[in-house]
C-alpha cells in the first residue's frame, strides 16, 4: 500500500507540471520537480523492500495521500481563483506558497512519528487561516474559529501564531486567554505580558494607563492579537476599541465555542473547526500511544474501535492515547478500554466527559491527588511547575523515594501526567524543561468535581455563600470577585491551605476592629494554627499573629517586609516574596530554621553567621534542605555561610558594592558547593571571573552587568557540564571574541543580551552541542558567523529587536537553507519592526532570485 499511495503521488506531481503548469511559479516547478527526483529513489527502494528494513510504510503511505490531497487542493484553488497572471502568482506565493518542505520532510523523515502539528493533521485549517491573515486587505480585520470545546482551537491557533512567516509578517504580536468572568484590565495585562512589555509597575495602573501603553505598542506597525476563548458577545464590545485600526493589514484572531460570538465580532464567515478523519484520528491516536513506533497489528483492529469512540475529538483521542501509552498493552486490557469508552451517549461533551473520567480513575494513586491539585489554579492560568512542585512538596501529597529529593520525585510526577496528556505544556525553560503549564477546561472542570467530592478541596468564586459553616475545608481556593460579599465569616478551623488568586482582595488585614473581612475565620486567635500553605496574589501587610501559624510550609505573597518573628515558623519550607528593590535585611535567625528548601526573595541581605562570634555560633545549624537562595545584595560567600548551605542547587547574588573588589566577597569558596547547578549573578562594579574556579557541577550560569574581558569566558567555557549560558548587558574589553577549540562542549543554549561586538570568531566545532542562539537587543552587532549554522545540532536562531546587519546575517542564514533544501535551524524575528520591513524586499529578492546562490 505505501508503494501504490507513492506511485500516486508520483503520478500527481508529473501531472500538475505536465497539464496545470501554468498554475506554478518557477520556483515551485524546480520544487517539484526536486521532490519526483527524490520520490523516484525512494520507490525503487521500496520495490527492494525486505522485513529487515526500518521503512515506516505506513507513515510512507499516510503521508503520501496527505501529500496528494495539498497538492490538488492548491492547484483547484488557483484554478477557481481565476488568477494565471505572472505577477499575482509571485505575490500568492509569497503569502501562500506550497509547502514542497514539508511534504518531504513527512515523507523523508523515517525517524520522526506522524506529528499533530499542521505538517501532517489539520494542514488544510491551518492554511485556511494563515491565508486570512495574510491576506491582501489592509483593513483591520477579525479571524473567528468556531467549534466545540476539545476539537482544537487554541492548538491550532498556536501553530498559526508560532509559525515563522507569521512572525516575520507582523511586527508585534500579542496573546490573552479569555477566562469566564475575566475583565478588561486582566486582558490588558495578559497582552501586554505577551508582549514582554509588562512590568511590575504597571499591576498597580489603572486600566486607562494600561490601554494607553497598549495603544502605544499597537499604533505603529503591523499586528497580530489572539483572543483565545471568547464566551459572550458582551466581551467583544468591552475590548474592541482597544485595537487600533492603522490599515496597514493587523488582524485580531478570535476562537470561540459559539457561532453568534463570531459573527458578532466579524461580518466575515468564521471558520469551523472539524472533527478530525478516521485516518487523521489514527495517526494522532497511534503517535500519543506508541510514539515513532507502529501499532502491533494484534491491537490494531480493538484500537481503531477506541478510536471510533473518540468521534474525531482530538482531546478525547490524546486523553486516552495518554492512558494507553502507559498501560499494558495486551488485547484484554484493550478490550476492557474499549467497552468502558463505548459509544453510549448522544453527545460529544458527554462522551469526552465519559473518557476524562475513566483516564482519572485509571491513574495510579500516587498521581490521583497531583492530578486533581491542577483544578486548584483559576481557568487558564499559566501554573509556574517551579511553584507547583513547591506546593506539592508542601502540601505533602509527594512521598520520598530512595535517596532522591522530593522535589525531583514531585518531577517524576509532573512529567508522568504530561506523557498522559493531562498537562498541557505552554512554556519552556532555556534548559529545555517545561517553565509553566496549563490544563484544558474540561480537565479542570473535572478536577475541581472530583475534589470537592472527595473534600480535597473548594473553590470559591464570586461568593462563600456556597460554602456551609462548621464544613471541614482542608483548602480553599479564591478566584475572583469575592470581595463584593465580605460579609460573610465562617468558623472552620480545618483550613490547611489558602490559596488567592484575586489581586483584588486584600485577604489578611486582621484588624481586630474589623470584623467583616472574607475568610477572617483564617486569622482569627486559635483557628488559624493549622494553615500549612498560604499564596497572595495581591500586597499584603503581614499580621503580627505571623508566628502563630506554626504549622506554615509555603508562604507566598507580595509584602514590603518580614517580621522577625517570622523565624519562629520552623516547619516553613518555601518563602516567597515579591517586592520592591529596597534592600531587606534578613534576621540572623534564619539560620535556624532547619526545613527552609527554597528562599526567594528580592533583593535581600543575608546575614553571616559568623559576625555574633563563637558563642553565638552553636545555635545556627547547617540548613542541609536548603535547595534554593535568590536574590541576595552583596552575598559574601565566606566559609562560614558556605559550609551552612552545602546542598544548595540555585543561587542568585546581586554584586552592587561598587567600593570592594572581589576579595572581599570571597567568591572563590564557590567552587565548594558542589551541588550547586544554576548561578545568577548581577554585577555593575567590577570584573570577578578572572582567577575564579567554579564547582564543575554549575549547569546554568547568567551574567548580567559588569564589565569582561572576552579571555575570561574561557574560564566560563571550560565548564564539563555548562548547558545554558546567559550574558545579559554586559561591557566588554574588547569587541572580538575568539572561541577555541575545547570550550563549551555541552553548551546547548546561548543568549546574549545587549552586547557589543565587532566580530565573532568561531569554528563550527567550538560549540557542539548548541541548540539555540538567542540575541536580543543588540544594536552594536556585527553579523552572525557563517561558521554557526554549520553546527550540525543547532534548531533555531531568535532575534529580538537587533540592528540591520543581524538580521541580514539571518535572513541569509535562513535563505541558503531554504535553497539548498536542507533541514537548517529556524530563524525567529521579533520586535524588529522598521528594520523587518527595510530587509522584507530584500528577502524576496532572496527567495525568488535563481541565480543569486
Given amino acids: 500500500m505505501a508503494y501504490a499511495a507513492l506511485r500516486s503521488l508520483v503520478q500527481i506531481l508529473h501531472q500538475t507540471l505536465n497539464r496545470d503548469h501554468q498554475y506554478l511559479i518557477l520556483y515551485e516547478k524546480q520544487q517539484i520537480e526536486s521532490l519526483v527526483e527524490k520520490l523516484s529513489s525512494l520507490q525503487e527502494a521500496l520495490e527492494n523492500y525486505s522485513k529487515n528494513t526500518t521503512l515506516h510504510l505506513e507513515r510512507i503511505r499516510d503521508a503520501s495521500y496527505i501529500a496528494e490531497d495539498i497538492i490538488e487542493s492548491y492547484i483547484t484553488d488557483r484554478i477557481l481563483s481565476q488568477s494565471a497572471s505572472h505577477e499575482d502568482w509571485i505575490l500568492a506565493t509569497n503569502i501562500n506558497p506550497i509547502r514542497f518542505d514539508l511534504i518531504v520532510n513527512w515523507i523523508f523523515g523515517s525517524s520522526k512519528p506522524a506529528s499533530s502539528s499542521p505538517s501532517t493533521l ?26 466545540t470545546g476539545g476539537i482544537g482551537k487554541t492548538t491550532l491557533a498556536k501553530q498559526v501564531y508560532h509559525d515563522p512567516y507569521i512572525v516575520h509578517h507582523f ?95 466579524n ?3 468564521p471558520h469551523r473547526m472539524r472533527f478530525l478523519s478516521d485516518r ?103 501554573i509556574h511547575v517551579s511553584k507547583l512542585v513547591k506546593l506539592w512538596v508542601a502540601e505533602g501529597i509527594v512521598k520520598p523515594v530512595g535517596s532522591k529529593s522530593l522535589e525531583d520525585v514531585a518531577e517524576e510526577y509532573f512529567l508522568d501526567l504530561v506523557e498522559r496528556n493531562l498537562i498541557l505544556i505552554h512554556e519552556k525553560r532555556s534548559n529545555g524543561k517545561i517553565k509553566t503549564c496549563r490544563i484544558h477546561d474540561l480537565v479542570r472542570d473535572l478536577c475541581v468535581g472530583e475534589a470537592e467530592k472527595e473534600n480535597f478541596f473548594h473553590v470559591t468564586n464570586r461568593s462563600l455563600h456556597g460554602i456551609q459553616e462548621g464544613n471541614s475545608m482542608l483548602r480553599v481556593s479564591i478566584h475572583r470577585n469575592t470581595k463584593s460579599h465580605d460579609d460573610k465569616v465562617l468558623s472552620s478551623p480545618q483550613v490547611w491551605s489558602l490559596l488567592n488568586f484575586d489581586r483584588e482582595v486584600p485577604l489578611p488585614v486582621p484588624k481586630k476592629s474589623n470584623k467583616k473581612l472574607s475568610f477572617l475565620f483564617l486569622f482569627q486567635k486559635r483557628q488559624n494554627t493549622l494553615l500549612r500553605v498560604f499564596h497572595q496574589q495581591g500586597r499584603l501587610e503581614f499580621p503580627n499573629e505571623v508566628a502563630e501559624w506554626v504549622d506554615l510550609r509555603y508562604l507566598d505573597c507580595i509584602s514590603i517586609h518580614i517580621p522577625s518573628s517570622i523565624s519562629k515558623l520552623q516547619n516553613l519550607q518555601t518563602i516567597i516574596l515579591r517586592r520592591d528593590m529596597r534592600p531587606l535585611y534578613l534576621s540572623l535567625d534564619i539560620w535556624k530554621m532547619p526545613q527552609l528548601r527554597h528562599v526567594l526573595l528580592e533583593y535581600v541581605i543575608l546575614p553571616d553567621p559568623s559576625s555574633v562570634g563563637t558563642e553565638g555560633d552553636k545555635s545556627f545549624l547547617v540548613l542541609e534542605n536548603l535547595q534554593t537562595l535568590s536574590l541576595l545584595m552583596n552575598f559574601r560567600c565566606t566559609e562560614e555561610v558556605i559550609k551552612r548551605i552545602p546542598n544548595i542547587k540555585k543561587l542568585g547574588i546581586h554584586l552592587k558594592d561598587k567600593e570592594v573588589g572581589p576579595e572581599y566577597y570571597c567568591l572563590n569558596n564557590l567552587v565548594h558547593l558542589r551541588k550547586l547547578e544554576s548561578l545568577k549573578c548581577i554585577n555593575f562594579g567590577f570584573s570577578f571571573l578572572m582567577n575564579l574556579i567554579f564547582p564543575t557541577s554549575l549547569k546554568k550560569f547568567t551574567f548580567v552587568g559588569g564589565r569582561l574581558s572576552w579571555e575570561d569566558m574561557s574560564i566560563v567555557g571550560s565548564l564539563p557540564n555548562l548547558q545554558v549560558l546567559k550574558l545579559r548587558r554586559t561591557a566588554f574589553f574588547y569587541r572580538e571574541w575568539i572561541t577555541n577549540a575545547g570550550e563549551f562542549l555541552q553548551l546547548k543554549y546561548l543568549l546574549l543580551e545587549g552586547i557589543a561586538l565587532g566580530r565573532w570568531r568561531v569554528d563550527c566545532t567550538h560549540f557542539p552541542n548548541l541548540e539555540s542562539l538567542v540575541l536580543e537587543d543588540c544594536d552594536d552587532f556585527a ?3 557563517d561558521e554557526i549554522i554549520e553546527i550540525p545540532t543547532l534548531r533555531s536562531i531568535e ?20 535553497r539548498s533544501g536542507g533541514d537548517g535551524p529556524q530563524v525567529l524575528i521579533a520586535n524588529s519592526r522598521n528594520r523587518i520591513e527595510k530587509l522584507r524586499r530584500r528577502m524576496f529578492n532572496w527567495l525568488h532570485d535563481p541565480f543569486l546562490f
Wanted: net charge negative.
Fill in 267 to 269: 461580518s466575515c464567515t
Fill in 280 to 382: 487523521e484520528s489514527w495517526i494522532l491516536f497511534c503517535e500519543k500511544v506508541f510514539g515513532k513506533y507502529c501499532c502491533p497489528l494484534n491491537l490494531k483492529e480493538i484500537g481503531k474501535k477506541i478510536v471510533q469512540h473518540c468521534q474525531g475529538l482530538p482531546l478525547a483521542i490524546v486523553l486516552i492515547g495518554g492512558l494507553l501509552s502507559k498501560a499494558t498493552r495486551t488485547e484484554h486490557y484493550w478490550e476492557y478500554v474499549a467497552e468502558n469508552v463505548s459509544l453510549v451517549t448522544t453527545s460529544i461533551d458527554e462522551q469526552c466527559s465519559k473518557i476524562l473520567s475513566f483516564s482519572y480513575k485509571h491513574l495510579p494513586s500516587h498521581l490521583k491527588w497531583c492530578f486533581l491539585y491542577m483544578g486548584i489554579f483559576p481557568e487558564n492560568y499559566n
Fill in 122 to 147: 489539520r494542514f488544510d485549517d491551518f492554511m485556511a487561516i494563515k491565508e486570512r491573515l495574510l491576506r491582501e486587505s489592509s483593513e483591520l480585520d477579525i479571524v473567528s474559529m468556531v467549534g
Fill in 171 to 265: 511586527q508585534t504580536r500579542a496573546w490573552a486567554t479569555v477566562s469566564h468572568d475575566c475583565n478588561v484590565q486582566e486582558i490588558l495585562l495578559s497582552l501586554l505580558n505577551s508582549m514582554e512589555e509588562l512590568t511590575s509597575e504597571m499591576d498597580e495602573m489603572t486600566s486607562e494607563l494600561l490601554e494607553k501603553r497598549l495603544y502605544m505598542n499597537l499604533e505603529y506597525g503591523r499586528y497580530l492579537i489572539v483572543l483565545d476563548d471568547v464566551r459572550d458577545t458582551k466581551f467583544w464590545d468591552d475590548v474592541k476599541q482597544l485595537f487600533p485600526n492603522g490599515m496597514n493589514g493587523s488582524r485580531i484572531m478570535m476562537t470561540t465555542r459559539l457561532e453568534n460570538v463570531a459573527g458578532y465580532a
Fill in 799 to 818: 532575534l529580538n529587536g537587533c540592528c540591520g546587519s543581524v538580521l541580514t546575517s539571518a535572513m541569509y542564514i535562513q535563505m541558503k537553507h531554504r
Fill in 783 to 785: 553579523q552572525i558567523p
